[in-house]
């Protein structure tokens, strides 16, 4: 150990073997730190441990002493995040092995004076095969990485040591799912590739990239299988939604109705995709147009009606969907804003497309923009299949993968077997107010169909073409000539043209009914909603008048049906037939309660009928 010499200790230090690089460093540490201190013979030796405040040594202060000397703070954050994900424990004791470095690489084999035939990486042959290289540099493996950063849409220099390499996924997680996600996918594709080394090596197989891709995949879907309770993609679905960004165009008029009902079968299958497409690895982006009304709440909020109609149709997507729903600003006809931060477990909502005018358009340039960094359309506004618009037509351009979602192809399937059927007569419903661009389409349907509805505007422009007293702000002069058109065709097809009239039901509904053939076998009565804010309003619009002579002119066993969006309505309706109708009317659907389900099998447009 060492001796005095003229009163003075001189340390003198033996090894009992060679050391080795690694340990030069440490043992030159050592000896400056001893040569400092001087023995003193005249008083008894003692040990003073300096790491604690008392001198006292204690197994807690050493473990202490060596963690603050060799894990820094990040390191301490590294091993923490390591230790709480959830994978099995011998890829968490793997992992912790590569972020001490203490895998048996060829470097790590050298300085235990191994000796190695040869000691390149066996993927590329041209450098020393160490931890930093093998793993994160060696540009057979770098496309892997490089697919993951397309995957998270992170354009960014790796690190090449692998503890800052595993602190690079954590930092740009946003939140814990995705973070444990990211970690669970570090792991996999780090024990994929010592995997591939080792077969490599000791089975001389041939490194294949795309192989590495496919068990890097595996081994993360069947660890989030393990993880994540609602996990249950199957893995050839996982695999190709898997940090894919998809664009979901849903219609406003099914997912964003005030009485939005779950149990609806296409309000769940909107919700089902919605819902399965985070867990299955993708970022979903919701997109569509609307208009809440929401005139009160602007009012009280004093704020503009398209801000009130995005925080509304947030709190009542997130309140549907049970997952949080965030705005994605920035769309504009020159701009959209980069998709890199989206999260997966979030769903994100683009501002409302009815206020954009290059959407109505069909502009190629904003459907470009609108399109920019998705992978995947999923159209669910069947609705809007009629229309020509940037957000269905346009944006189909520029992706590789357009599907339709399950509302939609259900509805095409409807059609489709509609068209094949052989019963007769067919019947089509023409709706909107543009007879003039929809005359090439009535001509077509003509060829098929054996009646026609017209609804919405375009029965004024028939009715003024027949010569009947229209009110010239619903007439569209440039459809005059597909409206003659279209009377000449049925006409010449024998058709009859039946139209509604506009009149006092209360007055003239005895003489009108009376000069009809045959009897009076149902009485149909839509009282929507009058003036809900007025009820004295709402009660003038069926008078006595009216109810008795409804019954005066109804057959033996005819029926009555009455329909209102609002309940008080609807019930007194039924209570003024019930006192007016002279004994001779009774309830035939409930007492009190109102028919969820129309009676005659057609779909109802209000909810409350008696």
Partial sequence: MGSFCESRWEWKFSWRRNLFDNEMGIASDFLDQTAVINLNVLSKDSWVWGAASNGIFSSKSAYLCIKAELSPADHQLGFCQLWDTKIPPRALTFAWR???????????????????????????QSSLESASHLFFSCHKVMPLWWEFNTWVKKDRALHCRPMEHFLQQYSIAGSKASNTRRKIWWIAATTSIWKLRND??????????????????????????????????????????????VMVRFDSNILLKRECDEKNQSVSNVVYTIKYLPKAGAKVILVSDWNMNNLELQSQLQLPCWMIDNLYAIDFLSEVLQIQVV??????????????????????????????????????????????????FVNYSFSNSHK???????????????????????RLCLLKN???????????????????????????????????????????QVMHALGVSVPRNLVDHKAFNEALDTVRLTRDRNMQILYCIATNATSTFHSIVSSYPGELVLVSIQCP???????????????????????????????????SDVEAVAIRMK??????GKGKLDMEHGQSEWLEENPFGLDQIGKGMF
């Fill in 98 to 124: 590569l972020l001490w470095d203490r895998l048996p690489t060829k470097e790590n084999l050298s300085r235990r004076n191994v000796d190695l035939v040869n000691d390149l990486c066996p993927f590329c």
């Fill in 200 to 245: 490599v090596i000791f089975h001389n197989q041939p490194f294949q990239i795309s192989k590495l891709v496919d068990n890097t995949n595996f081994l993360t879907w069947s660890w989030l299988r393990g993880w994540e309770k609602d996990f249950n993609a199957p893995f050839h679905q996982w695999e190709e939604l898997f940090g894919k960004v």
């Fill in 327 to 376: 705005p994605l600003h920035g769309i504009s006809f020159n701009k959209l804003s980069k998709m890199n931060g989206l999260e997966k477990e979030n769903i994100h909502l683009l501002e409302n497309l009815s206020n954009i005018k290059e959407e109505v358009a069909n502009c190629v340039e904003f459907a470009r923009v609108l399109s920019s960094g998705v992978d995947i």
């Fill in 388 to 410: 020509v618009l940037a957000s269905t037509v346009g944006v189909t351009r520029f992706w590789y993968a357009c599907i339709a979602g399950f509302y939609f192809e259900e």
């Fill in 418 to 460: 509609l068209a094949e059927a052989s019963r007769k007569p067919y019947v089509a419903i023409i709706g909107g107010g543009n007879l003039y661009d929809k005359a090439a389409s009535f001509q077509f349907l003509a060829s098929r169909c054996q009646w026609f509805v017209f609804v919405g505007m375009m029965p004024f």
């Fill in 529 to 563: 909603n009058p003036d809900f804010n007025k009820p004295e309003h709402r009660w003038r619009m069926l008078q006595r008048s009216l109810i008795e002579a409804v019954v005066d002119l109804l057959a033996p066993n005819g029926k009555i049906f009455l329909q």
């Fill in 575 to 580: 209570e003024q037939f019930l006192t007016y």
